[in-house]
């Protein structure tokens, strides 16, 4: 049984030898978006966040799929809740924050060292939105004991390390 | 281990290992059988049939004389003009009672007599003749059967003997379950669950799956398997560096959904993605869940079937995830879990609102013996349980697809599951607008299709089995449009939203069982029925104003008060609306029946829209009848305590039966509408009306009530509840106290190492929590011991088994107490000595002295009241006191009993000390929640598969799942997780 819990561990360690060859693209803007479609976060109760990294309410999501930038509660690169290590109380916040273009590095260094347990996640990734939707979700790295949260407030992080352990 | 090894026997045929079983659930209906040298052999009934030219069976809807059946059957032919039949004798000695079916013959016109015989209105069904040849053999293991032949191996119990000897129970209107409706006639069993489901006529559509992904979460698959064609992807997500399927059981479970031959199964055009999360040694985290979900809500899965579960709805990473996945338009279809036929049995995922739940039955329409059933859990000790299973199909001796190739046949929910994920996984490919398919419209389907199973109530067969060719019917009409209510069928069921179930008559029996079983009145705990709403018009939703209840005054509507609690958002494609329904003053003498509707509105914002703002609305209209009956007399009121009750143990808490080692947590709600149904059921049979208390002890009116039942309290008691306690039993309530096993030592000693948590667990308390409960007594000069005992005995010439029981420590001077000779249990546990102690007090009866005062009665052990793992039932013991409680009878058989004692004086015993300190209410504070705030201190986490029998090399098949790491006695550091095979 020890063998198979430092086998588990393991699965979180990354493996050098092997680079993993991401096909993250991280063309911005409306340049690969076909017509005025977005794609956005679906599963939201409240908020939900289109691949601009605009977060808006659900009732102010067009029929397009992008959120209604007229209304005033629509924002852009909205990292309410986040914390400074990259985790939020949002999922829609988490990922219209790791939406900015300036956390490419921060997501491309994180890539560079990702984990075996998510090498299927993140090799199947095709774009910095896809992206972003992935790595803002909980996952093996939120939880502790298995079937508890490490912090149960701020657990969807767009940065490499995972929610601080609570209380910390 | 011998209760380990009989329950292994599950699915034999054999006899005497089916009494064996039988009776956790029908306690009291037949004789012991005696079950000598049950060995582990698996006996095989093959049989091959042959249809009899010009012979029918005539299946009449209920039982009924020879005669009545010959006129039923002469009146139907007469009108299609048939002369020339005749009914074929069957002479045996069942043929002077009544029976539920007859063999003709007919040998003209039979067309048209079979049809005019159908259309009879006491006729169910004809079907033809079948001559049966059958072999017995015994075999050490499921042999792989090649898929064409003709003989079928019969792996599930026929039902029959049990059903029978249920016919011979004396017992109360609600118990007429239908047993005698339910029982069927053995026909030709179908080879294929698809074929038997009527999937070839969606094939013959040209539908097949194509383009769906489906995804099968579970133990891997080899990479050329023959039976599949379009296995788009395979992943591993545990430690082991492989992909195969060591096991058998994802083989199995994508088969079913996919395969393309042999035993073939619903969709084999599907694109099939295999998830391997769980691993050859049959272990599995939550944490290789998360990533491996995350990678399906990715590949934008359709279908996900899940034929894994385990009893911890608190695990919360998982519970979010899942709401996830199908907030992300994943269709979850999960197996209930194969803890029947005990109820609060479910597991999750099962049993969320957003998930299909599938509970298994056998090719006799009878609901499977292991299918978990009971209500939802997570709404008690304040609220009431949803209904679930959604669904029920095929799960047991289902073929699929074997490891390497060829077919076996499997039994389990782990097999109705995927039934219903290749169901559903076909379905998905006949709708044309595909975003028109989500969770909720194909559970919308599903339910309203699904074929009600006669004689089973709703918590156990959910909506009923599964009727595919419905489904596909009402998903073609599925015309979803912006606005209002779109009716799909004659069913009336609304597209947009819907509820489960879709009406409340608390008259119809069994359906609604346990409703049925107990009419309301005024002054009684307002009954709950919870409803789960259903949102087809999108992942998020709300409620319009308020639900409204609509009296309908010429049915006396007015004599109800209704009241509602509710989702204050539905997210994902669902959520609840919780209905109180209490009695109204004036009708405190009234009795008959008042009806009324409820009416909700539901919006959801409209995305085909491009004007924002916009919503879709859809209104459900859910009709509500009940019976009321006037206010039953105090004495015959019996209050039980749900609040200080648990539902899942938030910590470790033990059994009460301490030699349980397989089951050692405690998980099944304490309700009397689950692990306390058999007890409930009894207590209506004798007369009496059990209300259950969700609240505590400051919140009822003790007036109206004549004896307050608590069994096995783990909960502790707020000062307010004590000091109200002893004033309600001043005026005249009385308490029934059944209490369990709290020392300390022995649970320092129970305690245990989790692999999956990391840390040691120690009990928070022991079966019952005591040193609370001596609390609540002491104002009495009464107390429990920390004594932990065990031993079988006779008590007025009954037979009784004390199962890690308590004794008690202290008793007022006047009160009857009965003592017993038992075993020292502590002791075994602790040192492993054998030692036998004589004169345990047990058992006390005592009236309080002042004017007008109750009566108390303690009593040391609950399991023998308690469904899960019973041995010997004392409801005749709880009749007896609850005599004496309610009417002041002290009954002779005690109060004379030879093993009659003075009442211990509590002087040189010393109380059981606390573990340590435990804040009143701590462990049920998130009342009136579906899901608990605070993250508790993860109890155990486990998934278990839900096959019953599964062949790895030749390890013998388990029955039970260890659905947790268990804890021993010995402590002892224990695999994760384990399924059992």
């Known amino acids: ?168 | 281990m011998k209760l380990v090894n009989i329950w292994l026997l599950l699915l034999v045929v054999l006899l005497c290992g089916k009494k064996h079983l039988g009776d956790r659930l029908e306690k009291k209906s037949f004789e012991k059988a005696p079950c000598p040298g049950c060995s582990h052999l698996t006996l095989k009934v093959e049989f091959s049939s042959t249809v009899v030219e010009y012979e029918y069976i005539v299946a009449f809807n209920g039982y009924f004389t020879a005669k009545a059946r010959n006129s039923f059957i002469s009146s139907a032919l007469k009108s299609s003009e048939v002369d020339n039949w005749r009914i074929l004798p069957r002479n045996n000695p069942s043929s002077d009672y009544p029976s539920d079916f007859e063999v003709i013959q007919i040998k003209e016109k039979q067309k048209a007599g079979l049809l005019t015989l159908e259309d009879h209105p006491n006729i169910k069904r004809v079907t033809p003749q079948r001559k049966v040849f059958r072999s017995l053999k015994f075999a050490e293991s499921d042999a792989l059967v090649p898929c064409n032949e003709t003989r079928w191996s019969q792996k599930w119990q026929s039902s029959r003997p049990l059903r029978r000897a249920s016919l011979s129970l004396g017992s109360g209107f609600w118990h007429a379950t239908g047993r005698h409706s339910s029982r069927r006639l053995l026909r030709a069993i179908p080879r294929q669950v698809a074929q038997t489901l009527q999937a070839d006529v969606l094939w013959q559509m040209g539908y097949t799956g194509a383009n769906v992904r489906v995804a099968v979460f579970d133990t891997g698959l080899s990479e050329k398997h023959p039976h599949f064609k379009n296995v788009k992807e395979r992943t591993n997500w545990t430690n082991e560096r492989t992909l195969d399927d060591g096991l058998g059981h994802g083989t199995f479970v994508a088969g079913v959904i996919a395969s393309m031959r042999e035993c073939q199964g619903f969709a084999p055009d599907a694109e099939l993605h295999i998830f391997r999360v769980f691993t050859n040694n049959q272990v599995s985290y939550t944490s290789w869940f998360l990533d491996a979900f995350n990678y399906a809500i990715l590949k934008k899965i359709d279908v996900l079937n899940l034929s894994i579960g385990g009893p911890d709805f608190m695990d919360h990473p998982f519970v979010d995830k899942v709401w996830e996945l199908t907030a992300n338009n994943v269709i979850m279809v999960s197996a209930i879990g194969n803890d029947g036929p005990l109820y609060g049995t479910l597991n999750n995922p099962a049993d969320q609102m957003d998930v299909i739940g599938v509970g298994g039955i056998d090719f006799e329409d009878n609901i499977a013996r292991f299918s978990s059933r009971g209500m939802t859990t997570w709404e008690l000790p304040g609220g009431y349980g949803r209904v679930k299973p959604d669904v029920v199909t095929y799960g047991a001796g289902v073929r699929g697809s074997g490891v390497k190739g060829g077919c076996r046949a499997l039994s389990g929910t782990s097999v109705a599951s995927p039934v219903v994920a290749g169901a559903v996984t076909l379905l998905v490919s006949t709708v044309q607008k595909r975003e028109l398919v989500n969770p909720a419209s194909m559970k919308q389907a599903l339910i309203a299709s699904a074929r009600r199973l006669p004689g089973v109530n709703m918590f156990e067969q959910g909506h009923g089995k599964l009727d595919l060719l419905r489904a596909y019917q009402i998903l073609s009409s599925y015309k979803p449009q912006a606005s209002v209510i779109v009716a799909i069928d004659e069913d009336d069921v609304s597209v947009l939203s819907s509820l489960s179930p879709s009406y409340i008559d608390l008259t119809e029996c069994p359906y609604m069982w346990p409703y049925c079983s107990q009419p309301i009145y005024y002054g009684g705990m307002p009954t709950i029925v919870n409803v789960t709403i259903l949102n087809g018009m999108g992942v998020t939703g709300r409620i319009v104003d308020k639900p409204d209840w609509q009296p309908y005054l010429p049915q006396n509507g007015d004599n109800i008060e209704v009241a509602f609690s509710y989702s204050s958002v539905l997210w994902p494609w669902s959520g609840y609306l919780a209905i109180s329904i209490s009695v109204t003053k004036k009708a405190a003498s009234w009795e008959g029946i008042a009806q009324g509707h409820v009416m909700i509105t539901v919006a959801s914002p409209a995305e085909m829209e491009s004007k924002n703002g916009a919503e879709q609305m859809s209104t459900v209209k859910l009709p509500v009848k009940v019976k009321i009956i006037p206010t039953p007399p105090r004495s015959k009121r019996v209050l039980w305590d749900q609040y200080h009750n648990l539902r899942y143990p938030p910590g470790y808490f033990p059994r009460d039966n301490l030699r349980m080692k397989n089951d050692p947590l405690d998980w099944n709600g304490d309700h009397i509408h689950t692990n306390f149904r058999d007890m409930y059921q009894h207590l209506r049979s004798m007369g009496y009306f059990v209300e259950v208390l969700g609240s505590p002890f400051t919140c009822f009116d003790a007036t109206q009530y004549g004896t307050l039942l608590m069994v096995d309290s783990e909960e502790e008691y707020f000062p307010e509840e004590i000091a109200k306690l002893r004033r309600d039993v001043d005026n005249g309530l009385s308490l029934v106290i059944f209490s369990d096993w709290y020392n300390t030592s022995v649970m320092r000693k129970v305690k245990f190492y989790d692999e999956n948590t990391r840390q040691w667990w120690m009990p928070d308390t022991g079966g019952a929590n005591i040193p609370a409960l001596n609390e609540l007594l002491s104002v009495w000069n009464m107390g429990f011991s920390d004594g932990l005992y065990e031993g079988e005995f006779t008590l007025a010439n009954h037979d009784m088994y004390y199962a890690s029981g308590c004794s008690i420590a202290k008793f007022p001077e006047d009160g009857i107490v009965i003592t017993q000779t038992f075993k020292d249990q502590g002791l075994e546990v602790l040192k492993q000595e054998t030692s036998v102690v004589e004169n345990v007090p047990i058992l006390g009866l005592y009236q309080i002295p002042a004017e007008g005062g109750g009566r108390i009665v303690l009593y040391g052990d609950s399991n023998c009241l308690d469904d899960s793992h019973r041995q010997k039932d004392c409801f005749w013991l709880l009749d007896a006191l609850l005599q004496y409680t309610s009417y002041g009878v002290t009954p002779p058989s005690l109060s004379h009993s030879g093993n009659r004692q003075r009442p211990p004086s509590g002087m040189g015993s010393a109380a059981p000390e606390r573990m340590e300190g435990i804040m009143p209410g701590r462990y049920n504070q998130e009342v009136g929640q579906t899901i608990p705030v605070f993250a508790f201190l993860g109890a155990m986490v486990v998934l278990a598969f839900f096959v019953v029998q599964i062949n790895k090399a030749k390890s013998r098949p388990k029955r039970r799942k260890p659905r947790v790491k268990r804890p021993q006695l010995v402590q002892q550091v224990h695999p994760p997780k384990t399924p059992s095979v």
Request: net charge negative.
């Open chain 1, 1 to 168: 049984e020890e063998r198979a819990v430092r086998d588990r561990n393991l699965l979180q360690i990354q493996d050098h030898d092997q680079p993993i060859p991401w096909k993250v693209q991280f063309n911005l803007g409306n340049s690969s978006r076909p017509s005025n479609q977005c794609r956005n976060s679906i599963q939201g109760k409240h908020l939900i966040t289109d691949e601009l990294g605009y977060v808006c309410e659900r009732k102010d999501l067009l029929a397009n799929g992008c959120c209604d930038v007229s209304v005033p509660s629509t924002k852009q690169y909205c990292c309410d809740g986040c914390l400074a290590n990259g985790c939020c109380g949002a999922y829609e916040y988490c990922v219209s924050c790791c939406l900015q273009p300036s956390k490419q590095l921060l997501l491309e260094r994180f890539l560079s060292r990702a984990a075996m347990a998510f090498q299927n996640l993140f090799l199947a990734v095709e774009d910095h939105f896809e992206l972003c939707l992935a790595k803002c979700r909980t996952s093996s790295q939120s939880v502790q004991h298995e079937n508890t949260y490490r912090d149960p407030i701020a657990k969807y992080c767009y940065g490499e390390s995972p929610p601080e352990l609570f209380p910390a």
